[in-house]
């Protein structure tokens, strides 16, 4: 992290790759977790620490798939991570098992189309179930 205090939403949204506006989105999404300090002409500055938040916000919408329910929930219940990689979902359903598909060996590659579909089956049960 630069030794930057205060970084526009100009520069937040370069860092980020995302768009100025999804910034602001976000700002109204995630109140409490994301204050902008407003400057002359209502320009944003970020401080350091959210943009941080920023980050692991965007991680865990774009790279973990959660939604801005689920982000909303984790930040309620104060278990926002401090970075993307330390969040772990609640086990709630079967975890994809580890498989190896070797182009070589057609008996491996019909082993784990086997144990996808069975995954893919429980799945269906349990979402039906619900």
Known sequence: ?????????????????????????????FPTAIRPITGAGGRRYYRPETLEKLIVIRDLLYKNGLTIAGVKKLIHDGKMPRAAA?????????????????????TSVNDAIDTAMDFLKTAKQLLDNQ
């Open 86 to 106: 330390e969040y772990q979902p609640s086990g709630v359903g079967p975890t994809m098992p580890k498989m190896s598909i070797k182009n070589s060996d057609d």
């Open 1 to 29: 992290m630069d030794n930057e205090y205060f970084v526009s939403i100009n520069d937040v949204a370069k860092r980020l790759s995302v768009p100025a506006h999804t910034l602001r989105y976000w700002e109204k999404q």
